[in-house]
């Protein structure tokens, strides 16, 4: 049911945000009067927003066929004020580099929203404890990033001096708008033709997709993207640094993902329970959708530090049609043709974003994938071992099995790429040092 909720209210916080941060960093500078200019606007739109989403509720409710629903999704529109609040003083510690006190603060926030969703489904209040974690999070990381950045508004505005910000990220938040449908409409689509049970094995497999994209291309996207805005007038330097950073992102989850791939049978299983194998083959097809995400996530980064983001917003409007037809075109199949037909949509998707912004630092597809093959023959090779000993060990316990195949993996992808990528190895620890002492300044 929370899938349900969040993506309505996941739209209302793209629009509380509409760009303003990234607009802040591309500004390179902004003074105090701009900077508390955007805060209150932030806040006037968030609080607007917010607004909106509990009027909204019951016909969301009735959207799903879930009367239910109406009063989550209602608690849930108070994390948009948050939202709003928020993005002014995370901005601040991204552009100055400061990533430690925001990797700091999103890490505290997410311990105490885990920690007070735990406390509330002990005591039984179900659902509800799972609407808690996102608000409980998101205040934890308002109050660190606003004591780290130390920085608070003054009770001035100006629209003259947010003008040109907002000009800027009006094209980002339409591009912002359009891929936030496009990464979601499958769960709309399963949850209101397929139903709430297929929507939660279906959801689950996304967020097995999803993690690498949030705990590692997320944070090198957070480092790229005002590094390359400071570089956005040496392109040489700003091609070099995007590539590096694509090789860098490659080495880390290409394996992440085959191996999800390879023991996916006895991961779900052993994790998930045999409640969950429907989701499984699910799991395997978007294992790959989500290797091919995770290096295509920078993308944005360009159209970005090079000012271009009308450019993103037209390749995503082309883009929306052919992802959401995709998605739909699989649904009589279930879950699992809903995932095919995803993974076929964006991979054209995909090559069609990626030519287009690369023209833009006058970079070939050839100089893109030169930092990929070394990943991704060391990930297949892993795969393949992985895979030809989970055949040789049937009928051995899931759970010996599971623990074979991830240390066969590990072992056999830190082989291969010490033979055949020493070089990008370290590069990745090279740029872990030299990040070290800006993180910690």
């Given amino acids: ?71 989550v999704v209602a608690i849930l529109s108070f994390s948009l004020v948050l939202s709003g609040l928020l993005v002014v003083p995370s901005t601040l510690l991204v552009r100055d580099l400061r990533f430690a006190a925001y990797t700091s603060a999103q890490i505290i926030g997410s311990l105490v929203g885990a920690i007070a969703a735990s406390g509330l489904a002990f005591a039984g209040f179900g659902v509800w404890s799972l609407v808690a974690q996102p608000l409980c999070g ?26 040109p910000l907002v000009r800027f990220s009006s094209a980002l938040l339409g591009t912002n708008l359009v891929g936030y449908v496009n990464r979601n409409a499958d769960s709309v689509l399963i949850g209101r033709v397929l139903g709430a049970g297929a929507l939660g094995f279906y959801a689950m497999a996304i967020q097995l997709m999803l993690y690498p994209l949030q705990q590692v291309s997320s944070v090198f996207v957070r480092v790229l993207l005002p590094t390359l805005m400071q570089l956005q007038d040496d392109v040489s330097r700003l091609r070099a640094a995007y590539l590096k950073t694509v090789a860098c992102i490659a080495l880390v989850t290409f394996p992440i993902m085959g191996g999800l791939f ?48 009308a450019v993103a917003l037209r390749v995503t409007l ?22 095919i037909g995803y993974a076929a949509a964006s991979f054209s998707f995909f090559y069609y974003s990626l030519a287009t912004a690369l023209r833009l630092i006058h970079v070939t597809l050839a100089d893109f994938h030169e930092g990929l093959v070394r990943p991704l023959g060391a990930t297949i090779a892993m795969v393949g071992v992985v895979v030809l000993a989970n055949i ?50």
């Fill in 318 to 339: 082309i883009g929306a049609p052919v992802l959401i037809s995709g998605m739909a075109a699989g649904l009589p199949w279930g879950i699992l043709g809903v995932a």
């Fill in 138 to 163: 998101t205040a934890t990381v308002l109050v660190a990033c606003s004591v780290s950045a130390r920085w608070y508004p003054r009770f001035e505005y100006s629209w003259a001096a947010v003008r």
């Fill in 392 to 441: 040789l060990m049937q009928g051995t316990e899931p759970s010996h099995r599971l623990a074979i195949g991830v240390s066969l993996g590990v072992v056999v992808y830190g082989a291969a790429s010490f033979v055949v990528n020493r070089a990008q190895i370290a590069e990745l620890i090279a740029i872990a040092h030299a990040l070290r002492p800006k993180a910690s300044s």
């Fill in 1 to 71: 049911m929370l899938g349900m909720a969040t993506f309505f209210v996941g739209i209302g916080q793209l629009l509380s945000d509409f760009g303003i941060g990234a607009a802040i960093m591309h500004a390179r500078t902004a003074d105090r009067r701009v900077l508390s200019s955007c805060f209150w606007l932030n806040v006037a739109v968030a609080s607007t927003l917010a607004a909106a989403v509990v009027l909204a509720a019951p016909l969301i409710g009735t959207f799903y066929h879930r009367p239910d629903l109406a009063p």
């Fill in 262 to 309: 390879a023991v996916a049978d006895d991961f779900v299983y052993v994790v998930f329970g045999s409640a969950w194998t429907e989701m499984t083959p699910v799991v395997k097809v978007l294992a790959w959708v989500g290797m091919l995400q995770s290096v295509g996530t920078t993308v944005g980064t360009i159209y970005l530090s090079t000012g271009n983001p």
